[in-house]
């Protein structure tokens, strides 16, 4: 279980669920990476990226955040973990 706070919100992955709780204007959300569309954009002139989850099927639920250069270190090691466990439930199943 991976957690880590980002810019005041907690972030907890246990490989296959992406929770955030506390995030201003929507409480705690969740994603499974099977449904879960993870955008990371380049810094900004402040150094911030900006960070977007949402699911792929229609619906509530995104979230979007500006991630200080403070915070990138833990987000970067975060979110990579979160991107890996989103292609690797892409790839195809062995039957």
Known sequence: MEETWIDGTLFAFDGRVVEAFGFPGEGDLRYHVR????????????????????????????????VSPEAWPAAERFFGAVADAIAASQQPRAA
């Open 35 to 66: 449904n879960l569309k993870l955008t990371i954009g380049p810094p900004d002139s402040r150094g911030r990226r900006h960070v977007t989850l949402r699911p792929w099927s229609t619906g509530a639920g995104s979230m979007s955040m500006h």
